[in-house]
């Protein structure tokens, strides 16, 4: 079970940070690693908060 959590957060952390990467380059022509970073974090930390109150409706049958 945390094996597979752990897998979770670095795959989405790792998805997240190639796709700011990628955004970044392409349209701002740098990629500053603090903006890429920064920002797969957020988005990871979005991730499970939208998992954790996903399970907590399920949980209650909503």
Known sequence: MILREL????????AFASA????LA???GEAPLKDIFST???AVIG???GRYFERR???HGR
């Open 7 to 14: 897998f979770t957060l670095v795959a989405a952390f790792a």
């Open 20 to 23: 700011v990467a990628a955004y």
């Open 47 to 49: 991730l499970y908060v």
């Open 26 to 28: 392409v349209f701002h």
């Open 40 to 42: 797969a974090a957020a």
């Open 57 to 59: 409706r399920l949980a």
